[in-house]
């Protein structure tokens, strides 16, 4: 079976600070592992993704995240946050002929302060 | 254009009522899900369909009861609503492979608020 931990439930950084956000996962299988993020009342949002190859994976709006498979991790980071970045981050895993289900993490309330 | 829509964005309703909750995408997708987020922001995936087949049913009372017209639409409707079917649900879609599936990105609607009293 496939499980997702987001070590964090909330982490609060100051503005233009950079920020980690901690993702552990469990799997038998190869996996196929994304960060999704949450905007208030909005629905969820595909930051990143990583399937295979180059284990640093760029997204959208600077994020990135590293896959590190003898840790079973997959942090993602931000050089320098902004206020916009105030959001819920949602770590998940699929693969493994799971007919696509995504397993999520706990999600990590982001708040972003000026 | 909306890529993943839904409707109602919100519901309120009282205990015992039937209700159901319409997903529409325009992305030519072949797979749908149905997932579930709690009051504590948990996500739990409900159902899936590949081209109009159920592939995914998670253990979910058989109150909830999918059905697919067309690749392009999923609703859900639930029968005797209970206090903790209160959730904010999202529907998603993929270009799926059906059950091999797994890379492809999901797009997720905005979310149904479903609030049952």
Same mark, same amino acid.
């Given at each position: ?26 799997? /038998?299988?190869?996996?196929?592992? *994304?960060?999704? %993020?949450?905007?208030? &009342? $909005? @629905?969820?949002? =595909? ?36 206020? /916009?970045?105030?959001?819920?981050? *949602?770590?998940? %895993?699929?693969?493994? &002929? $799971? @007919?696509?289900? =995504? ?12 | ?117």
């Amino acid at each position: 079976a496939q499980s997702v931990t987001q070590l964090d439930s909330q982490v609060p950084v100051f503005e233009e600070a950079p920020v980690e956000l901690r993702c552990n996962y469990s799997s /038998s299988v190869s996996v196929y592992l *994304f960060w999704y %993020v949450q905007y208030p &009342n $909005q @629905g969820l949002q =595909l930051l990143l993704k990583y399937l295979s190859g180059s284990t640093l994976v760029k997204g959208i709006n600077g994020f990135e995240a590293e896959f590190n498979k003898s840790q079973t991790s997959f942090h993602l980071r931000k050089p320098s946050v902004h206020i /916009s970045d105030t959001a819920e981050y *949602f770590c998940a %895993v699929s693969g493994g &002929n $799971q @007919g696509g289900k =995504l397993i999520f993490g706990q999600g990590t309330e982001l708040s972003v302060k000026p | 254009d909306t890529a993943v829509s839904q409707t109602p964005k919100y519901l309120v309703t009282q205990m015992g009522n039937d209700k159901s909750i319409k997903c529409e995408q325009n992305l030519g997708h072949d797979t749908m899900y149905w997932y579930k987020q709690d009051s504590k922001k948990f996500l739990k995936i409900m159902f899936s369909y590949n081209n109009k087949e159920l592939i995914i049913n998670e253990t979910v009372p058989n109150r909830f009861s999918p059905k697919s017209p067309d690749k392009a639409h999923l609703n859900l409707h639930i029968n005797s609503l209970e206090l903790g079917d209160s959730a904010v649900y999202f529907c998603a879609s993929s270009q799926g492979l059906g059950f091999a599936g797994g890379i492809e990105t999901q797009y997720f609607g905005p979310g149904t608020r479903l609030l049952v009293l």
